[in-house]
């Protein structure tokens, strides 16, 4: 199965794919996105040390479709022209672990485990958001 093709289908014809992620992108500029994901993960280990993460809201924190990404993920046209397609089902999925693994990070930091948050927050923390930057540069090539 295409990495971009429509779930339980053969690949689409390219005007139709191209199309759908057209139509997605009109409201989602991607490289204000990339850089917006990577100035929240920095944000968040900036807090961490201001603070202790103290002030930090786990809920949000956790919650993917609180950030502009989300929304477009979860309530935009991201969710309305593309997810059926897997490189999209696939982004949802990292997004939601991002926020998840972000919360788990903060909550380890405020219970005093440092070290763990720090382990979490340079290993499986980076990992993810290293894959969203590569589906959101791949979702670009598309359109």
């Known amino acids: 199965m295409s990495w971009v093709s429509r779930k339980g ?3 689409n014809s390219g005007d ?3 199309q759908a992620f ?3 992108s009109r409201s989602l500029d991607v490289d204000l996105a990339i850089d917006a994901h990577k100035d929240w993960s920095d944000s968040l280990f900036a ?3 201001k603070d202790a993460g103290k002030t930090l809201d786990i809920q949000v924190i956790g919650c ?3 950030c502009d990404l989300g929304q ?3 309530h935009g046209d ?3 022209y593309l997810k059926s397609y897997m490189t999209f089902v696939n982004l949802r999925k990292t997004h939601q672990q991002f926020h998840q693994t972000a919360a788990q990070v903060v909550i380890e930091f405020q219970q005093g485990h440092t070290d763990q948050a720090m382990q979490l927050l340079h290993g499986h923390f980076h990992e993810l958001s290293q894959e969203i930057i590569r ?3 791949n979702i670009k090539v598309i359109y």
């Open 22 to 24: 057209s139509l997605a």
């Open 72 to 74: 477009w993920i979860h």
């Open 135 to 137: 589906s959101l540069k």
């Open 16 to 18: 139709e794919q191209t």
């Open 64 to 66: 993917a479709d609180c």
């Open 47 to 49: 807090s961490l040390h």
């Open 9 to 11: 289908q053969g690949k």
């Open 78 to 80: 991201g969710d309305r």
